[in-house]
């Protein structure tokens, strides 16, 4: 649907205004391929679509105060309901007809603002989101710690959830997800999944996470490293015969291997450097960027794989030595994310203004570029 495209129908004359059901928004969002859906006060309905954040429809009134609450009203269950009048802000996956959609209500200054992230209902494998054959061999460990970092909206989970299906797939295992909600639906098909949502069948990643130790678990996914016992479970989890699968919002192999450490009291980092330098199989750090040709969002991804060199740096806290590590690691699959943005330029996937825009060194990414 084009952004012009009309959603309603009066009589002989076409017109767009403020639908009745969040689940009308959902659709148009959907067959359009947005990634996200925004129903805020004094704001037109918004969508992000190919990472480009704009109106759904240029002639669309403004979403009043009045309105965001009747379409919150209109689809929240009463428990939601009062967790929003008491905490102001709830979070949680919706699911219709549609499909799944993560989604978040919250109460602002002049009223309610809703935003859906569209869940694809179909696991994409690995193969077809063009991730790196080398990444393969992250799944096929007994045990050890394997990051997928990013930002908010950088493919996270769409990755993560195709690492669970080549395990899936290929293995006999136990595999227990631990997600705040739940995005993709996972069938057991070599493996038997079990599916955990926190706030719903548990109080937290950590409850969930110690509670998984107990359930003789294999592979154990956890949805967001957020804080010091969930980080500290999930290496320990690594370290006694576990694969664990988590994900954290940093930028790059560095600096998530910071974020794990420095969370720590400085008393216990000498050993906790020392497990994960052992634990560690690989950091997976990902962007998605606007194709040039405006058809889509293309993947660039800086990949660690831990080596002897990489496990002494951890050990010595030296982590600023990471990427000169990552460059000369090229023949063991390890990449830059700045040698992937590099590529994809030179394909004619991505600008050269976005090359710059993501890029750590961008100096260098402008000489590259021809943007100097």
Same mark, same amino acid.
């Given at each position: 649907m084009s952004q012009d495209t009309p959603a309603i129908t009066v009589g002989t004359q076409q017109e767009v205004h403020t639908l009745d059901h969040v689940d009308q928004y959902l659709m148009v969002g959907k067959e359009s391929d947005a990634s996200d859906i925004h129903l805020s006060v004094n704001s037109k309905p918004i969508w992000r679509r190919f990472g480009i954040l704009e109106p759904i429809w240029r002639q669309a009134p403004m979403l009043t105060a009045a309105d965001t609450e009747r379409l919150a009203m209109g689809f929240l269950d009463e428990k939601q309901k009062q967790q929003l009048a008491e905490r102001g802000d709830v979070d949680f996956a919706y699911s219709n007809s549609l499909g799944r959609f993560r989604t978040s209500v919250v109460r602002q200054r002049i009223g309610y603002d809703l935003v859906f992230r569209i869940i694809s209902g179909k696991i994409r494998s690995m193969d077809e989101l063009g991730l790196p054959a080398q990444l393969k061999l992250l799944t096929q460990y007994q045990n050890g710690l394997v990051l997928v970092t990013g930002s908010v909206g950088s493919g996270k989970s769409t990755t993560l959830a195709a690492l669970v299906d080549e395990i899936n797939r290929d293995r006999r295992d136990h595999i227990i997800t631990l997600e705040d909600p739940i995005e993709y639906v996972i069938p057991? #098909?070599?493996? &038997?999944?079990?599916? $955990?949502?926190? &706030?719903?069948? =548990?109080?937290?990643?950590?409850?969930?996470? #110690?509670?998984?130790? #107990?359930?003789?678990?294999? /592979? @154990?996914? /956890?949805?967001?490293? $957020?804080?010091?016992?969930? @980080?500290?479970?999930?290496? =320990?989890?690594?370290? =006694?015969? &576990?694969?664990? *699968?988590? =994900?954290? &919002?940093?930028?790059?192999?560095?600096?998530?291997?910071?974020?794990? *450490?420095?969370?720590?009291?400085?008393?216990?980092r000498d050993q906790i450097r020392i497990m994960v330098s052992e634990s560690l199989r690989g950091v997976i750090s990902q962007q998605l960027v606007p194709r040039a040709d405006g058809t889509g969002r293309a993947l660039a991804i800086e990949i660690l794989m831990n080596t002897p060199a990489v496990g002494n740096v951890i050990r010595e806290s030296k982590t600023f030595m990471l990427p000169g590590i990552i460059q000369t690691g090229r023949k063991l699959g390890m990449q830059l994310m700045d040698d992937s943005l590099q590529a994809l330029f030179e394909a004619g996937t991505i600008s050269a203004e976005e090359a710059v825009y993501r890029a750590e060194q961008k100096n260098q990414m402008m000489q590259i570029t021809g943007s100097v």
């Open positions: 057991s #098909r070599g493996c &038997h999944v079990t599916q $955990r949502e926190v &706030h719903t069948h =548990t109080k937290s990643f950590a409850n969930a996470l #110690r509670g998984a130790l #107990r359930e003789d678990p294999d /592979v @154990i996914m /956890v949805g967001e490293m $957020r804080d010091l016992e969930t @980080i500290q479970l999930a290496i =320990t989890a690594s370290e =006694t015969g &576990h694969l664990v *699968l988590g =994900t954290l &919002h940093t930028s790059n192999a560095a600096r998530t291997l910071d974020r794990v *450490l420095d969370v720590f009291p400085t008393d216990q």
